[in-house]
T-cell receptor
């Protein structure tokens, strides 16, 4: 079965500390992996996708097929990074998304 | 470029009633997906419409149905409402429904079933 697991409901760090939001997936084929973010009072929006191999707002995520993981990382957290983060995958030939339960990141000053 | 819009913003219904939620896709997008997000959960895929045809369905009963119109706007209909249908309903549009396409989300409709 296709599944996305985000083990942490809440992650709290201080400004300037490194951040790693964990995501593991279960899928037998070649998924496309995404991180979506929802800032307070804003709509859900794409942060980054694995195929682009880009860094957005200082965040990066590497797809590890051996560990079936797609953890989101940032070396120095900022207060404006506080938000709800969802890991998601789409399977072959569709853009239908399967989401994890989300991790709330709180960055304290 | 016009973003995805949804109406209404909030809705309160009672058990057994029927509800229709509406979504206007982003300009140029021909694919609309609907998601249900219960409190504390991630969005769950309900179904997708591509050029007015259903193009995939999640694990939701038939009382969840939809439509897509020639202008690619969409409706989600839920019959015989149950308490567990209380959730945020999200609509997302994309360019073609292909793996890797970016989905652009609307602000959602909050449905409360009493």
């Amino acid at each position: 079965a296709q599944r996305v697991t985000q083990p942490e409901k809440l992650l709290s760090v201080f400004k300037g500390a490194p951040v790693e939001l964990k995501c593991n997936y279960s899928y037998s084929g070649s998924p496309e992996l995404f991180w979506y973010v929802q800032y307070s009072r804003q709509r859900l929006q794409l942060l980054l996708r694995h195929i682009s191999r880009e860094s957005i707002k200082g965040f990066t995520a590497d797809l590890n097929k051996g560990e079936t993981s797609f953890h989101l990382k940032k070396p120095f957290a900022q207060e404006e990074d506080s938000a709800m983060y969802y890991c998601a995958l789409s399977s072959y030939n569709t853009d239908k998304l399967i989401f994890g339960t989300g991790t709330r990141l709180q960055v304290f000053p | 470029e016009t973003g995805v819009t949804q109406s209404p913003t909030h809705l309160i219904k009672t058990r057994g009633q029927q509800v229709t939620l509406r979504c206007s896709s982003q300009s140029g997008h021909n694919t609309v997906s609907w998601y249900q997000q219960a409190l504390g959960q991630g969005p769950q895929f309900i179904f997708q419409y591509y050029r007015e045809e259903e193009n995939g369905r999640g694990n939701f009963p038939p009382r969840f149905s939809g439509l897509q119109f020639p202008n690619y706007s969409s409706e989600l209909n839920v019959n015989a409402l149950e308490l567990d249908d209380s959730a945020l309903y999200l609509c997302a549009s994309s360019l073609g429904g292909n793996q890797g396409d970016t989905q652009y989300f609307g602000p959602g409709t909050r449905l409360t079933v009493l």
